[in-house]
């Protein structure tokens, strides 16, 4: 691979690292046609041999023909369902359920003689089981398309949400925004994580050897130009450019997905920018930049084999439970990092979202790349909300009795927990748990808000022991994991993360304090950062 990535110049990624797709993969679909088959396939056949004699003949005939080759639906009827069971044993259920087939005790007893109607009174009843069947599948698709329209909601209120969000320049985000410490403190930690954790090992030893020599007369050895294919989950308006170009280890290319077209647009624009110098302080040359292209995708909701740049870097659709040991010893993806910034508790919506965001970081990842991010803290979550139940149980005890309480299912206004202050919100919208253990860990559904920023987004508890327990099924190892506050107070005094931080505004020069009101530290420390190995 030619890493060089010269203005204009394509990068050409291999083709041989194409995603192994699965063929026989199941699909709800298949099945229902399969039982419909099934259920009226055998009114066709010819009946049965109905005397012992002619029985007799009719199994010497079969053994003279052999055996009949399986039929296209015969073979299929050999896949297995969900729960393990086969098309074969389900109709034998259906059929040992059914009250219109009752079996004759023994093959020799004497045959029921047929009474006037039967005949038809048995068509009525294959009419009832058909109806029956018909309502069964109808009710199955309209609850997949309740379920399909509910998801679709969530994220289109999400979609439009970041859509909306207006894109202002970084002279009013230093200058004019009410929040402009949290601003530039989120913007350290994600640098200090880019920084921290996106160059691979080897990279990483090197680099951190030539720290070492910094201070010697012979300067640092040079460093190996293996560079970083890097995918962005939730990119946004293309916010972290500039981080990564400032990564230790060089990037070569950056994907940025993200469901918002209108973001995804912005992010491109400011790629562009980047790209030809305009609008870079002091009108300076162009600074050589990664290859970079920009799509708008539902990470969490869709695979991303279909994205042309992903399928030329390399996925692989087996990466996650169920996959062959070949496969996760010689299988994996092409990136080295995917990174998701304050975008993964979107996934928390459902298991099946949240395995989906797993099947595709997992799918990208090469061996030994590095899944980084950062999302609401669940510890800090819980906290909050067993606080909640015990401040409001405290309320309680103090008030008189009231005859009457809610009614079933409805949750009273002072039940619904929520907190925060001037400039961030939380509030869920039912109950939660006293506890404050999300179980099951999916759907905690919270309403989001952050001054100049979210505007009363859903958003989904992300229960952290739960996700980390999910990620070991798709070979991803926890390597780091901490609070916003704690990284500060740990990384302050590095030798490149501390200037850094001075350079960026997080630090007053003179006091050497953190620059945040007491307001934004609070509504930062609702966050922890994270990177997890691919092994
Ligand atoms: C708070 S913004 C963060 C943007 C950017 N990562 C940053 O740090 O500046 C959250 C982003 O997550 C994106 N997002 C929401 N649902 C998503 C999904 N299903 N797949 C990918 N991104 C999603 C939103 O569109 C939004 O751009």
Request: net charge neutral; glycine share 8%.
């Amino acid at each position: 691979m030619d890493n060089r990535t010269d203005e204009g110049h394509r990068p050409q990624y291999p083709d041989s690292r194409s995603p192994r797709q699965t063929t026989d993969s199941y699909r709800p679909g298949d099945q229902q046609k399969q039982r419909s088959m099934d259920g009226d396939a055998g009114s066709d056949r010819p009946s049965a041999p109905v005397s012992k004699r002619e029985r007799m003949q009719e199994r010497h005939q079969r053994r003279k023909r052999g055996r009949t080759p399986p039929s296209v639906f015969s073979r299929r009827n050999r896949s297995r369902s969900p729960d393990g069971s086969t098309p074969r044993d389900d109709r034998e259920r259906r059929r040992s359920r059914s009250p219109l087939a009752p079996r004759s005790p023994s093959p020799e007893a004497p045959r029921q003689r047929k009474r006037p109607g039967g005949g038809a009174r048995q068509g009525l009843a294959d009419r009832e089981t058909l109806r029956r069947r018909q309502e069964e599948r109808e009710r199955a698709e309209q609850d997949d398309a309740l379920r399909n329209s509910r998801d679709r909601g969530v994220t289109d209120v999400v979609r439009q949400h970041y859509n909306a969000v207006p894109e202002r320049g970084r002279e009013w985000r230093k200058t004019e925004s009410k929040i402009k410490g949290l601003r530039s403190f989120n913007n350290w930690v994600k640098s200090t994580l880019i920084q921290k954790f996106s160059p691979d090992e080897e990279f990483a030893a090197r680099f951190n050897d030539t720290k070492d020599w910094a201070d010697d007369s012979m300067g640092p050895p040079p460093i190996d130009d293996k560079r970083l294919l890097v995918l962005d989950l939730g990119c946004g308006k293309g916010g972290d450019l500039g981080k990564w170009q400032l990564a230790p280890q060089t990037v070569d290319l950056y994907v940025g997905l993200d469901p918002a077209n209108i973001s995804i647009e912005q992010a491109q624009g400011r790629y562009d920018q980047m790209r030809s110098g305009r609008g870079q302080r002091g009108r300076r040359p162009p600074q050589p930049i990664f290859h970079a292209e920009f799509y708008p995708k539902d990470c969490f909701g869709e695979w991303l084999g279909d994205i042309n740049i992903i399928q030329q870097v390399g996925i692989d659709a087996n990466a996650g439970p169920g996959g062959s040991i070949m496969a996760s010893r010689y299988g994996g993806g092409g990136f080295d990092v995917v990174t998701s910034m304050f975008a993964i508790h979107y996934a928390f919506e459902s298991e099946e979202k949240t395995r989906q965001m797993l099947s595709n970081v997992a799918g990208c990842l090469k061996k030994g790349g590095r899944f980084i991010g950062v999302c609401p803290n669940s510890d800090v979550i819980a906290g909050q909300v067993s606080n909640f139940h015990k401040k409001r149980k405290e309320r309680e005890a103090a008030k008189p009795a009231e005859p009457e309480g809610p009614e079933d299912g409805e949750v009273e206004e002072d039940e619904r927990a929520s907190w925060g202050n001037d400039i961030y919100r939380v509030q869920f919208p039912g109950a939660t748990p006293e506890d404050g253990v999300f179980r099951p860990p999916f759907g905690w559904k919270y309403s989001y808000f952050m001054r100049e920023a979210v505007e009363e987004v859903p958003e989904y508890v992300v229960p952290w022991e739960a996700f980390r327990a999910l990620t070991e099924d798709y070979n991803l190892e926890l390597q780091y994991r901490k609070p916003f506050l704690d990284i500060w107070e740990d990384e302050k005094n590095d030798r490149d993360l501390g200037p850094l931080s001075e350079r960026m505004g997080v630090r007053d020069r003179a006091t050497g304090a953190l620059a945040m009101t007491e307001e934004e530290k609070e509504a930062v420390s609702f966050y922890h950062a994270f990177c997890f190995y691919k092994v």
